[in-house]
């Protein structure tokens, strides 16, 4: 599967974004899609994903203000975001899973070629 992030772009804090996550070549909704960011200077953590069961998961960071929604008709995950603030800054990746619904990168086979977010104080 090959996966194409899009969506960002530069947003004043309190701002909204929606970052989306095309996929090409097989499917998404057999596949755990999860969205990673890596902020300026530091490693890349993880933001939430929505497993091919239905289930979603997010980072503490992140919950309440981000959610993950997925339509398989169009073969695209997004990541709604919502009271974007400062420490949001980063670039946002996709990833894809065939294994076990997971936060932990290093599960994630596929990934795209990630999106700047950029929040502005």
């Known amino acids: 599967v090959q996966l194409q992030a899009s969506g960002g772009g530069l947003v004043q804090a309190g701002g909204s974004l929606r970052l989306s996550c095309a996929a090409s070549?097989?499917?998404?909704?057999?596949?755990?899609i999860g969205w990673f960011r890596r902020p300026p200077g530091k490693e890349r953590e993880f933001v939430a994903f929505?497993?091919?069961?239905?289930?979603?998961y997010y980072a503490d960071s992140v919950k309440g203000r981000f959610a993950i929604s997925r339509d398989n008709a169009k073969n695209t995950v997004y990541l709604q975001m919502n009271s974007l603030e400062p420490k949001d800054t980063a670039v946002y990746y996709c990833?894809?899973?065939?294994?076990?619904?997971?936060?932990?990168?290093?599960?994630?086979?596929?990934w795209g070629q990630g999106t700047l977010v950029t929040v502005s104080s």
């Open positions: 070549g097989r499917t998404s909704s057999t596949y755990t």
């Open positions: 990833a894809a899973s065939r294994g076990r619904p997971t936060s932990t990168e290093f599960s994630y086979g596929y």
């Open positions: 929505d497993s091919w069961s239905g289930g979603t």
